[in-house]
């Protein structure tokens, strides 16, 4: 059996090795290193395959959600609400930009923020909600929208962890997750389900104006040249990192599948083990694109299970072990520790397995069996 690995991107390389170096030569030969033409191909290519009218690349995912925060008009102090179990780069960019973030409960089986703690987070100055399509799966976006349209808030989708998941609306349509709302954002961050090989993000929306204001943001706030109409970033893309985008685009369904495939035999083999809970699928005609694959442990083993995989050599990794609510950064004494108990308890149980594209049978079935033979000794 092949060393177990948490991700194995060299494997992946392997399989577009010619493609990316050939492509990282363009890159060497034209020098072209920012805002190069795989630049602007690589937006096009991204547009058509989500089927929205605006990429527009950036440096990184948490400056993708920023300047989406950004293009749009909230004042300091407006209210904008997440989830109380994500990676902190969605409640910090809310912070930094100085609106109030309001952090509510998740969905104790998809993960994903609870629509009806939404509801119950509304206030007079809410103006957005940032829904997580946390671990590869769409929120539920249908009770979303119709919570934003009825209140006018803004929808951000907060991408990074589910770029080619399908959600099937109520209208029956489907659509891919970062497509939903008024603007998402995405992270190419090497380890995400579409990953470069350095740093890079993406805003998504099929709104024009939001589109064009975004493009000048993240140009200093530039709409013709050294003119700067409002406060920008700096935050671009490299050619390097669209170059291996470019090459990976067209095999992200294929990986992600992949991905599928290796949940579907980690399902299987721990079927019938009553103290984990796997992964489940929220919408029928939904795809999970397994960003990752998070057991829930039950009867308090999850620290005791993850020293046992640590002991056999397979990696593990636990997302996320502090609510953001109890983070020194984010506390807030508005908070109510019992308004969080699905996080509150997701944080003692979860525990993440290895995922990538390129897990092979054995490597799955030896990690099951030995959670297995530990949960029954
Ligand atoms: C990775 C990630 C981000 C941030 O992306 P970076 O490219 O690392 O800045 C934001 N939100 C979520 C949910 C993420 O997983």
Request: with cysteine; net charge negative; proline share 5%.
């Amino acid at each position: 059996m092949k060393k177990i690995q948490m991700v194995d991107l060299q494997g992946q390389y392997e399989g577009i090795k010619n493609e990316v170096n050939a492509s990282f030569q363009e890159v060497f030969d034209s020098t072209a290193f920012i805002n190069g033409p795989q630049v602007h191909s690589f937006q096009k290519e991204m547009e058509e395959y989500l089927g929205v009218k605006h990429v527009i690349p950036c440096a990184n995912g948490t400056d993708a959600l920023q300047i989406a925060m950004m293009g749009l008009d909230l004042k300091p102090g407006d209210e904008v609400i997440t989830a109380d179990f994500t990676f902190a780069a969605t409640v910090e960019v809310i912070a930094l930009l100085q609106l109030t973030p309001v952090l509510v409960d998740v969905d104790p089986e998809t993960f994903n923020i609870d629509p009806e703690a939404v509801k119950r987070a509304i206030t007079p100055r809410t103006r957005a909600i940032v829904p997580v399509h946390l671990f590869g799966q769409a929120a539920n976006m249908d009770a979303i929208m119709d919570i934003a349209r009825e209140h006018k808030l803004y929808v951000i989708e907060d991408n990074a962890q589910a770029i080619g998941a399908n959600y099937h609306s109520s209208e029956g349509k489907t659509k891919k997750a970062g497509t939903i709302g008024d603007i998402a954002a995405t992270s190419f961050f090497p380890s995400k389900n579409l990953g470069g090989y350095g740093d890079g993000g993406a805003i998504f929306t099929d709104n024009n104006s939001l589109a064009h204001t975004i493009r000048g943001i993240v140009n200093h706030g530039m709409y013709e040249r050294y003119h700067h109409d409002v406060v920008g970033v700096n935050s671009r893309l490299d050619s390097f990192q669209a170059a291996v985008l470019r090459a990976k685009l067209p095999k992200l369904d294929l990986y992600n599948q992949a991905r599928r495939d290796a949940a579907q035999k980690y399902n299987e083999a721990l079927k019938g083990e009553s103290q984990v809970i796997t992964p489940v699928l929220a919408g029928k005609d939904d795809t999970h694109v397994y960003h990752q694959y998070t057991l829930q442990v039950k009867n308090g083993k999850r620290d005791a299970l993850a020293k046992h995989l640590q002991e056999k050599g397979i990696p593990f990794g636990i997302y996320y072990p502090i609510p953001l609510h109890k983070q020194k950064a984010y506390e807030d004494p508005r908070y109510n520790d019992k308004d969080f108990p699905v996080t509150n308890r997701l944080v003692k149980e979860v525990i993440s397995l290895p995922m990538h594209t390129e897990l092979e049978d054995d490597q799955i079935d030896f990690i099951a069996t030995t959670i297995k033979d530990f949960l029954n000794s």
